[in-house]
């Protein structure tokens, strides 16, 4: 029979003098999780709960620890990436750190996932929206959940760690948010924890143009204590996902637009900040992104932005003609103008120097390399 191990921790005293790989694999599976105290040194956050529950303990949970060997993770992870990619990934991320605190524990000889690549998360690229959209999908929402719109989009905040923002951490003089706590759902029911990483913990600077709004949202619809929840249910109380999750149904059903996930809001909204010159540092800073690989999930090549440097690459190709017509031995390089017709970098000619970019030294060749345009 089965055990739902992950429903009753308390019970796992019992397993506490039986060795290690004679353990069922769901006890200590279920301890490392549950007990950071006593075993669990990498222990994982509540926000991974859904996974042991529907994925790992299903799989393992009536199985001896000893039992759990590399190919059984690989079967029990290539079945779940067929049809879960990205879930498959976090899964296998979390069985893995569970493992190796039992390993370091001396529970179990070796970590047993050692499958190459599966840890990585392969998710297709998200549709982009544009801000005329979002205007849309803003005004769908009942008044009071409308900001909820504004911040994802605009202060690229996830759908947690809206829900977890309470009056204190909104600065209206200074247009700051901090983000200190976010709202996970477990079990059907909600939980406050600390955000999913250490860079997640941050302040946001808020748009000018937002404010007006979170100002009038402030007094219109949240309590005046300091604890009082941004967004309150309709019963009161914080907002939950679910109610949220049905009136985006019913915003993007407005839209026409079926496929967009609230998460998109904050992919758009940080492409937005990339096209007005934000560097990638900048960007993991807003989205509380600790390396940079995380960010290229949610960066979107810009169509209106593309034609822009399609039309300066034209000039450019221009110009070295023009050059080339008068002088056959003219070349292009790109810092010091030498070769470029007036002594013009072909940084100018792809319509805007490193300064007026935003981002500065962002096109230096220390970066880049040293690049060369011969005709």
Known sequence: MRHDWASHPDRLLAYSTVPGEQLPAGVLLTWTFHHPDSRARNRPSVSACPLLRCHILPAFGDLHLGKITPPTVRSWNAALARKHPVTAAKAYRLLSGIQATDVADELIGRNPCVVKGASQERSPERPMLSIAEVDVLTAALPEPWRIAVELAAWCHLRLGEVLGLERRDIDLLHRRIHVERTAYDVGGRLQLGPPKTEAGRRTVSIPPHVVPTLERHLRASVGPESFSP??????????????????????????????????????????????????????????????????????????????????????????????????????????????????????????????????????????????????
């Open 230 to 375: 941004l967004l309150s249910g309709p019963k009161g109380g914080r907002l939950r996902r679910h109610p949220l999750n049905m009136a985006w149904q019913g915003a993007r059903q407005e839209l026409g637009r079926l496929e967009i996930h609230f998460h998109d809001l904050r992919g758009a909204g940080l492409t937005w900040a990339a096209t007005q010159g934000a560097t990638t540092r900048e960007l993991m800073a807003r989205a509380g992104h600790a390396s940079p690989a995380a960010l290229l999930r949610y960066q979107h090549a810009a169509e209106d932005r593309d034609a822009v440097i399609a039309e300066a690459l034209s000039g450019l190709a221009e110009s070295a003609h023009t050059a080339s017509r008068s002088d056959p031995s003219a070349g292009y390089s790109r810092d010091d103008g030498e070769g470029v017709p007036g002594g013009t970098s072909s940084t100018t000619l792809l319509g805007c120097t490193s300064e007026e970019s935003g981002r500065p030294g962002s096109n230096r060749h220390d970066q880049l390399g040293r690049l060369r345009f011969y005709h």
